[in-house]
């Protein structure tokens, strides 16, 4: 279920090619930005669950949110992981579908992921404003791997 790609090239290369494929299929415009990810490599388990909820939060806009444009952004701030999916669509009743039976599964188990990491998930959505997925996560201490290329 791991992407050969996220062991190859790590989590930003692998999002990067994931997009970019995306973006050309689906005729969504995606901005996907980076902040001190470079040469940075988390923990598998992160990697694998970041990677994830990217794709499953542009699979759902894809198929719900009738969006123009969204944007994908990374981030790290020290030991933090901070990710987050911004689209332009349609938006829907958060408090509504995370609380009721209408909860969907990709949501649902996007916020387990996390959660079953320690992290944080956050979702924020209206009718007419688009919908945000906020996630945080802590590298544990140690597990931050500096990865250099050689060239």
Do not use: C, W
Request: charged share 30%; hydrophobic share 40%.
């Amino acid at each position: 279920l791991r992407p050969a790609a996220l062991d190859d090239l790590g989590l930003v290369s692998a999002l990067e090619g994931y997009i970019y494929d995306y973006a050309g299929k689906s005729s969504i415009a995606v901005d996907f930005q980076t902040h001190h990810m470079d040469d940075v490599r988390l923990p598998r388990d992160m990697e694998i669950v970041l990677y994830r909820v990217i794709q499953e939060s542009l699979t759902n806009v894809l198929r719900h949110a009738e969006a123009k444009h969204v944007d994908v952004m990374i981030a790290r701030e020290g030991s933090t992981v901070r990710a987050s999916v911004k689209d332009d669509g349609r938006g829907f009743d958060a408090d509504t579908v995370m609380s009721g039976k209408e909860r969907g599964l990709g949501l649902l188990g996007m916020q387990e992921r996390i959660e079953l990491l320690g992290g944080r998930f956050h979702l924020q959505s209206g009718r007419g404003r688009g919908t945000r997925i906020d996630v945080e996560l802590d590298v544990p201490e140690g597990e931050l791997v500096e990865s250099r290329h050689v060239g």
